[in-house]
Protein backbone atom coordinates (compact mmCIF):
# COMPACT_ATOMS: atom_id res chain seq x y z
CA UNK A 1 0.00 0.00 0.00
CA UNK A 2 0.97 3.20 -0.87
CA UNK A 3 1.92 6.51 1.92
CA UNK A 4 -0.71 8.05 0.06
CA UNK A 5 -3.46 7.09 -2.12
CA UNK A 6 -5.98 9.56 -4.03
CA UNK A 7 -9.17 8.27 -5.70
CA UNK A 8 -11.18 9.81 -8.29
CA UNK A 9 -10.49 13.58 -6.82
CA UNK A 10 -12.29 16.40 -8.14
CA UNK A 11 -12.29 19.63 -6.99
CA UNK A 12 -13.72 22.90 -8.56
CA UNK A 13 -13.74 26.59 -7.27
CA UNK A 14 -17.47 27.18 -7.69
CA UNK A 15 -18.61 30.95 -8.23
CA UNK A 16 -21.06 32.54 -9.87
CA UNK A 17 -20.75 35.49 -11.73
CA UNK A 18 -23.45 37.89 -12.97
CA UNK A 19 -25.76 35.14 -11.35
CA UNK A 20 -24.58 32.37 -13.68
CA UNK A 21 -22.78 29.52 -12.13
CA UNK A 22 -19.63 29.01 -13.48
CA UNK A 23 -17.13 26.32 -12.10
CA UNK A 24 -13.24 26.39 -12.81
CA UNK A 25 -12.35 22.52 -12.91
CA UNK A 26 -8.61 22.57 -11.26
CA UNK A 27 -8.20 19.29 -9.84
CA UNK A 28 -10.44 17.20 -12.21
CA UNK A 29 -10.79 13.22 -11.25
CA UNK A 30 -7.62 12.66 -10.51
CA UNK A 31 -5.93 9.10 -9.20
CA UNK A 32 -2.41 8.89 -8.65
CA UNK A 33 -0.36 7.58 -5.29
CA UNK A 34 3.00 8.69 -3.36
CA UNK A 35 5.44 6.21 -2.32
CA UNK A 36 7.12 6.24 1.32
CA UNK A 37 10.05 8.62 1.16
CA UNK A 38 9.44 9.73 -2.23
CA UNK A 39 10.40 13.10 -3.36
CA UNK A 40 7.11 13.54 -6.18
CA UNK A 41 7.45 17.27 -8.15
CA UNK A 42 4.37 18.13 -9.40
CA UNK A 43 5.22 19.80 -12.82
CA UNK A 44 3.00 22.27 -15.01
CA UNK A 45 2.59 25.89 -15.96
CA UNK A 46 0.90 28.46 -14.08
CA UNK A 47 -3.19 27.84 -13.47
CA UNK A 48 -3.02 24.33 -14.26
CA UNK A 49 -4.39 23.27 -10.88
CA UNK A 50 -0.89 22.65 -8.76
CA UNK A 51 -1.58 24.41 -5.80
CA UNK A 52 -5.05 24.09 -5.91
CA UNK A 53 -4.21 19.75 -5.90
CA UNK A 54 -2.06 20.69 -2.84
CA UNK A 55 -4.60 22.58 -0.70
CA UNK A 56 -6.83 19.13 -1.48
CA UNK A 57 -3.90 17.08 -0.26
CA UNK A 58 -3.73 18.76 2.99
CA UNK A 59 -7.78 19.29 3.47
CA UNK A 60 -7.12 23.09 3.37
CA UNK A 61 -10.20 23.30 1.11
CA UNK A 62 -12.27 26.97 1.72
CA UNK A 63 -15.03 28.33 -0.33
CA UNK A 64 -15.26 28.68 -3.40
CA UNK A 65 -13.53 25.80 -3.63
CA UNK A 66 -15.38 22.51 -2.98
CA UNK A 67 -14.66 18.95 -3.15
CA UNK A 68 -17.14 17.12 -5.61
CA UNK A 69 -15.54 13.41 -4.69
CA UNK A 70 -12.79 11.27 -4.12
CA UNK A 71 -10.82 10.14 -1.35
CA UNK A 72 -7.26 11.33 -0.26
CA UNK A 73 -6.05 8.24 1.73
CA UNK A 74 -2.95 8.12 4.09
CA UNK A 75 -1.79 5.08 5.44
CA UNK A 76 1.66 5.02 7.66
CA UNK A 77 2.55 3.46 11.17
CA UNK A 78 -0.81 1.63 11.47
CA UNK A 79 -2.79 4.77 10.84
CA UNK A 80 -5.13 4.77 7.93
CA UNK A 81 -7.36 7.74 7.38
CA UNK A 82 -9.36 9.34 4.53
CA UNK A 83 -8.14 13.30 4.94
CA UNK A 84 -11.21 14.59 3.52
CA UNK A 85 -13.54 12.77 6.42
CA UNK A 86 -11.50 13.62 9.51
CA UNK A 87 -13.65 16.56 11.56
CA UNK A 88 -11.62 19.67 12.83
CA UNK A 89 -10.41 17.97 15.95
CA UNK A 90 -8.58 15.07 14.27
CA UNK A 91 -6.88 17.80 11.43
CA UNK A 92 -5.46 19.84 14.25
CA UNK A 93 -3.74 17.08 15.57
CA UNK A 94 -2.45 15.81 11.88
CA UNK A 95 -1.81 18.85 10.81
CA UNK A 96 2.22 19.79 11.29
CA UNK A 97 2.52 16.39 13.44
CA UNK A 98 2.04 14.24 10.60
CA UNK A 99 1.52 16.65 7.25
CA UNK A 100 3.05 20.02 6.92
CA UNK A 101 2.82 22.28 4.61
CA UNK A 102 5.56 24.96 2.98
CA UNK A 103 3.56 27.68 1.36
CA UNK A 104 4.08 30.03 -1.40
CA UNK A 105 5.70 33.20 0.04
CA UNK A 106 7.00 32.58 3.63
CA UNK A 107 5.69 36.43 4.72
CA UNK A 108 2.15 34.94 5.14
CA UNK A 109 3.60 32.04 7.24
CA UNK A 110 4.48 34.49 10.10
CA UNK A 111 2.35 37.16 11.88
CA UNK A 112 4.37 40.51 10.70
CA UNK A 113 3.42 42.13 14.54
CA UNK A 114 4.99 38.64 16.37
CA UNK A 115 8.19 38.12 16.82
CA UNK A 116 9.01 34.56 15.06
CA UNK A 117 9.58 32.77 18.27
CA UNK A 118 5.84 32.90 19.06
CA UNK A 119 5.02 31.51 15.86
CA UNK A 120 7.18 28.51 16.86
CA UNK A 121 6.00 28.30 20.52
CA UNK A 122 2.04 28.12 19.42
CA UNK A 123 3.10 25.16 16.60
CA UNK A 124 5.05 23.36 19.37
CA UNK A 125 2.47 23.75 21.98
CA UNK A 126 -0.56 22.81 20.36
CA UNK A 127 0.91 19.78 19.63
CA UNK A 128 2.85 18.61 22.75
CA UNK A 129 0.42 19.87 25.39
CA UNK A 130 2.51 18.47 28.55
CA UNK A 131 6.18 20.22 27.61
CA UNK A 132 7.74 22.92 29.86
CA UNK A 133 9.28 25.83 28.59
CA UNK A 134 12.46 24.47 28.52
CA UNK A 135 11.50 21.60 26.76
CA UNK A 136 10.56 23.40 23.58
CA UNK A 137 12.91 26.06 23.80
CA UNK A 138 15.10 23.10 23.45
CA UNK A 139 13.59 21.42 20.60
CA UNK A 140 13.38 25.28 19.06
CA UNK A 141 17.15 25.84 18.92
CA UNK A 142 18.43 22.70 18.61
CA UNK A 143 16.48 22.46 14.93
CA UNK A 144 17.27 25.99 14.52
CA UNK A 145 20.78 24.92 14.87
CA UNK A 146 20.69 21.34 12.83
CA UNK A 147 19.19 23.56 9.67
CA UNK A 148 21.98 25.73 10.24
CA UNK A 149 19.77 29.00 10.87
CA UNK A 150 21.17 31.66 13.42
CA UNK A 151 19.02 31.73 16.85
CA UNK A 152 18.82 35.15 16.05
CA UNK A 153 16.13 34.88 13.62
CA UNK A 154 13.90 33.48 17.01
CA UNK A 155 14.00 37.20 18.10
CA UNK A 156 12.85 38.91 14.99
CA UNK A 157 10.22 39.98 13.51
CA UNK A 158 9.31 38.29 9.28
CA UNK A 159 10.03 41.61 8.11
CA UNK A 160 13.47 41.79 9.89
CA UNK A 161 14.67 38.82 7.83
CA UNK A 162 15.40 38.30 3.96
CA UNK A 163 13.19 36.65 1.80
CA UNK A 164 16.13 33.95 1.94
CA UNK A 165 16.13 33.81 5.54
CA UNK A 166 12.29 33.82 5.77
CA UNK A 167 11.94 30.85 3.38
CA UNK A 168 14.42 28.77 5.26
CA UNK A 169 13.10 30.00 8.46
CA UNK A 170 9.43 28.54 7.51
CA UNK A 171 11.04 25.02 6.42
CA UNK A 172 12.05 24.97 9.77
CA UNK A 173 8.96 25.55 11.40
CA UNK A 174 7.26 22.96 8.79
CA UNK A 175 9.45 20.22 9.78
CA UNK A 176 9.85 21.18 13.79
CA UNK A 177 7.92 18.47 14.61
CA UNK A 178 9.55 15.91 12.02
CA UNK A 179 6.26 14.64 10.03
CA UNK A 180 5.84 12.50 7.70
CA UNK A 181 4.99 13.95 4.56
CA UNK A 182 6.01 17.48 3.82
CA UNK A 183 4.05 19.49 1.10
CA UNK A 184 5.94 22.51 -0.37
CA UNK A 185 4.35 25.28 -2.87
CA UNK A 186 6.98 26.76 -5.05
CA UNK A 187 9.52 26.65 -2.30
CA UNK A 188 12.04 28.39 -3.85
CA UNK A 189 10.16 30.89 -6.62
CA UNK A 190 10.72 35.00 -6.14
CA UNK A 191 14.57 33.65 -4.07
CA UNK A 192 17.41 34.68 -6.55
CA UNK A 193 19.45 31.76 -8.10
CA UNK A 194 22.49 31.76 -4.87
CA UNK A 195 19.16 31.90 -2.16
CA UNK A 196 17.33 28.88 -3.96
CA UNK A 197 20.62 26.93 -4.05
CA UNK A 198 20.58 27.11 -0.14
CA UNK A 199 16.58 26.17 0.61
CA UNK A 200 17.12 23.05 -2.03
CA UNK A 201 20.21 21.61 0.23
CA UNK A 202 17.91 22.16 3.17
CA UNK A 203 14.90 20.48 1.36
CA UNK A 204 17.58 17.93 0.31
CA UNK A 205 19.18 17.52 3.73
CA UNK A 206 15.63 17.41 5.42
CA UNK A 207 14.52 14.62 3.01
CA UNK A 208 18.09 12.14 3.73
CA UNK A 209 18.37 12.95 7.04
CA UNK A 210 14.36 12.60 8.51
CA UNK A 211 13.46 9.91 5.55
CA UNK A 212 9.91 12.38 5.17
CA UNK A 213 8.09 12.13 2.40
CA UNK A 214 7.80 15.40 0.19
CA UNK A 215 5.02 16.69 -2.70
CA UNK A 216 6.38 19.58 -4.15
CA UNK A 217 4.55 21.69 -6.52
CA UNK A 218 6.99 23.80 -8.80
CA UNK A 219 6.53 25.27 -12.39
CA UNK A 220 10.50 25.40 -12.41
CA UNK A 221 11.82 22.11 -14.09
CA UNK A 222 15.55 22.70 -13.03
CA UNK A 223 14.33 22.64 -9.57
CA UNK A 224 12.33 19.08 -10.68
CA UNK A 225 15.88 17.88 -12.08
CA UNK A 226 17.81 19.09 -8.89
CA UNK A 227 15.31 17.55 -6.33
CA UNK A 228 12.65 14.98 -7.35
CA UNK A 229 12.42 11.29 -7.59
CA UNK A 230 9.38 11.34 -9.69
CA UNK A 231 7.67 14.10 -11.56
CA UNK A 232 3.82 14.02 -11.83
CA UNK A 233 3.07 16.56 -14.62
CA UNK A 234 -0.46 18.73 -14.99
CA UNK A 235 -2.34 20.05 -17.22
CA UNK A 236 -5.62 21.95 -17.47
CA UNK A 237 -6.42 20.30 -13.97
CA UNK A 238 -5.13 16.42 -15.20
CA UNK A 239 -2.48 14.66 -14.48
CA UNK A 240 -1.04 13.76 -17.82
CA UNK A 241 1.85 12.12 -17.09
CA UNK A 242 3.33 10.23 -13.95
CA UNK A 243 7.40 9.19 -14.13
CA UNK A 244 10.18 8.79 -12.98
CA UNK A 245 12.55 12.06 -13.04
CA UNK A 246 15.41 10.81 -15.37
CA UNK A 247 12.62 9.05 -17.98
CA UNK A 248 11.12 12.27 -18.05
CA UNK A 249 14.14 14.54 -19.04
CA UNK A 250 15.21 12.11 -21.30
CA UNK A 251 12.54 10.80 -23.16
CA UNK A 252 8.92 11.94 -22.30
CA UNK A 253 5.99 10.44 -23.64
CA UNK A 254 2.79 12.57 -23.47
CA UNK A 255 3.33 15.41 -25.75
CA UNK A 256 2.65 18.31 -23.59
CA UNK A 257 5.60 16.70 -21.58
CA UNK A 258 7.11 16.61 -24.80
CA UNK A 259 7.21 20.75 -24.84
CA UNK A 260 7.82 21.15 -21.60
CA UNK A 261 10.59 19.72 -21.68
CA UNK A 262 11.85 20.52 -25.27
CA UNK A 263 11.47 24.58 -24.34
CA UNK A 264 14.09 23.98 -21.26
CA UNK A 265 16.86 25.67 -22.83
CA UNK A 266 20.31 23.70 -23.26
CA UNK A 267 23.25 24.27 -22.39
CA UNK A 268 25.89 25.15 -25.25
CA UNK A 269 22.89 25.12 -27.61
CA UNK A 270 21.31 27.97 -29.09
CA UNK A 271 18.43 27.30 -30.90
CA UNK A 272 15.27 28.46 -30.20
CA UNK A 273 13.08 25.96 -27.85
CA UNK A 274 9.68 24.99 -29.64
CA UNK A 275 7.05 25.76 -26.89
CA UNK A 276 3.34 24.38 -27.26
CA UNK A 277 1.03 26.73 -29.42
CA UNK A 278 -1.19 28.49 -28.10
CA UNK A 279 -1.96 28.43 -24.33
CA UNK A 280 -3.58 26.68 -21.87
CA UNK A 281 -6.87 26.37 -21.54
CA UNK A 282 -9.40 28.41 -19.69
CA UNK A 283 -10.46 25.51 -16.66
CA UNK A 284 -13.70 27.46 -16.32
CA UNK A 285 -14.40 26.32 -20.15
CA UNK A 286 -11.58 23.26 -20.83
CA UNK A 287 -12.07 21.77 -24.11
CA UNK A 288 -14.03 18.25 -24.95
CA UNK A 289 -12.39 15.02 -24.59
CA UNK A 290 -8.56 15.13 -23.87
CA UNK A 291 -7.78 18.85 -22.61
CA UNK A 292 -4.61 19.13 -24.61
CA UNK A 293 -6.13 18.64 -28.63
CA UNK A 294 -6.26 22.19 -29.50
CA UNK A 295 -2.88 22.56 -29.06
CA UNK A 296 -1.52 18.80 -30.05
CA UNK A 297 0.03 17.95 -33.23
CA UNK A 298 -1.04 14.35 -33.34
CA UNK A 299 -4.52 14.73 -31.95
CA UNK A 300 -6.88 12.53 -33.59
CA UNK A 301 -10.63 12.12 -33.76
CA UNK A 302 -11.02 10.58 -30.83
CA UNK A 303 -8.68 12.95 -28.70
CA UNK A 304 -12.42 15.65 -29.21
CA UNK A 305 -14.38 13.74 -28.20
CA UNK A 306 -13.17 11.25 -24.69
CA UNK A 307 -10.92 12.17 -21.82
CA UNK A 308 -7.74 9.13 -22.14
CA UNK A 309 -7.46 7.54 -18.76
CA UNK A 310 -4.15 7.84 -17.12
CA UNK A 311 -2.79 4.25 -17.75
CA UNK A 312 0.52 2.42 -16.52
CA UNK A 313 2.15 2.23 -19.87
CA UNK A 314 5.26 0.55 -18.69
CA UNK A 315 6.02 -0.70 -14.70
CA UNK A 316 5.72 2.82 -12.78
CA UNK A 317 5.33 5.07 -15.81
CA UNK A 318 1.60 6.08 -15.99
CA UNK A 319 0.78 8.38 -19.29
CA UNK A 320 -2.96 10.18 -20.52
CA UNK A 321 -2.96 9.65 -23.74
CA UNK A 322 -5.01 7.60 -27.22
CA UNK A 323 -1.24 7.72 -28.16
CA UNK A 324 -0.25 4.48 -25.81
CA UNK A 325 -3.71 3.23 -25.20
CA UNK A 326 -7.31 4.03 -25.97
CA UNK A 327 -8.86 3.52 -22.42
CA UNK A 328 -11.55 6.16 -21.78
CA UNK A 329 -11.43 7.99 -18.37
CA UNK A 330 -14.40 6.09 -16.23
CA UNK A 331 -16.82 8.41 -15.32
CA UNK A 332 -15.49 11.06 -17.39
CA UNK A 333 -18.03 14.06 -17.37
CA UNK A 334 -20.02 12.77 -14.56
CA UNK A 335 -19.28 15.57 -12.54
CA UNK A 336 -20.18 18.40 -15.03
CA UNK A 337 -23.46 18.96 -13.54
CA UNK A 338 -22.74 20.47 -10.23
CA UNK A 339 -25.40 22.32 -7.71
FE1 LIG B 1 -2.59 14.60 -28.16
FE2 LIG B 1 -4.65 12.94 -28.35
FE3 LIG B 1 -2.64 12.35 -26.76
FE4 LIG B 1 -4.31 14.31 -26.14
S1 LIG B 1 -4.80 12.16 -26.29
S2 LIG B 1 -2.12 14.38 -25.99
S3 LIG B 1 -4.72 15.17 -28.16
S4 LIG B 1 -2.58 12.52 -28.97
MG1 LIG C 1 0.55 27.91 -7.79
Known amino acids: MSLLEIKDLSAY ?7 VK ?13 EENEILGLAGESGCGKSTLLK ?17 NYSYDSKNFNLLTLDENRLRKVRWEDISYIPQGSMSTFNPVRKIRKTFEDVIKTHKKNADKEVYEKLMEEHLKYLGLPLEVLDSYPHQLSGGMRQRTTIALATILEPKVIFADEPTTALD ?34 VVDRVAVMYAGKIVEISKKEKLFTNPSHPYSNFLINSLPKIGD ?3 RASAPGNPPSLANPPEGCRFHPRCPYAKDICKKHIPKLIEAEKGHYVACFLFSDEVEEGENVVQQTT
Open 193 to 226: VVVQRGVIQMLKQLHREHRNTMVMVTHDMAVHAN
Open 13 to 19: YITHVFG
Open 270 to 272: RRQ
Open 22 to 34: RDVKAVDNLTFSV
Open 56 to 72: VLLSMVKPPLKVLKGEV
